[in-house]
């Protein structure tokens, strides 16, 4: 089982900045990508960004420019750099992990950390 622990959530103005951390633990042997993911109230949960093992990004349309996403594979720590954050950007934040092992291939959800946009 891996464990994931996020952190930096909070209630910003707009056009603030945040930064998320989710830090990996327990089987992390196999971590391939790691990402972030949100859910605003009614909607479903989208992908934020992800990042490969070997620093291939993706981000979603709506925060290209805004978000940069990083990773400390020795930390087995990703980050999240939120900035000219919006009132849309407002969500639940979870910190996803993919790990293959032996073929197989595991997705990891952490707890979830709330980010607020407002004024």
């Known amino acids: 089982q891996v464990q994931l622990v996020e952190s930096g959530g909070g209630l910003v103005q707009p056009g603030g900045s945040l930064r998320l951390s989710c830090a990996a633990s327990?089987?992390?042997?196999?971590?391939?990508?790691m990402g972030w993911y949100r859910q605003a109230p009614g909607k479903q949960r989208e992908l934020v960004a992800t990042m490969t093992s070997t620093g291939n990004t993706n981000y979603a349309d709506s925060v290209k420019g805004r978000f940069t996403i990083s990773r400390d594979n020795a930390k087995i720590t990703v980050y999240l750099q939120m900035n000219s954050l919006k009132p849309e950007d407002t969500a639940v934040y979870y910190c996803?992990?993919?790990?293959?092992?032996?073929?197989?291939?595991?997705?990891?959800w952490g707890q979830g950390t709330q980010v607020t946009v407002s004024s």
């Open positions: 996803n992990v993919n790990r293959v092992r032996l073929g197989r291939i595991s997705d990891y």
């Open positions: 327990g089987s992390t042997s196999g971590i391939g990508v």
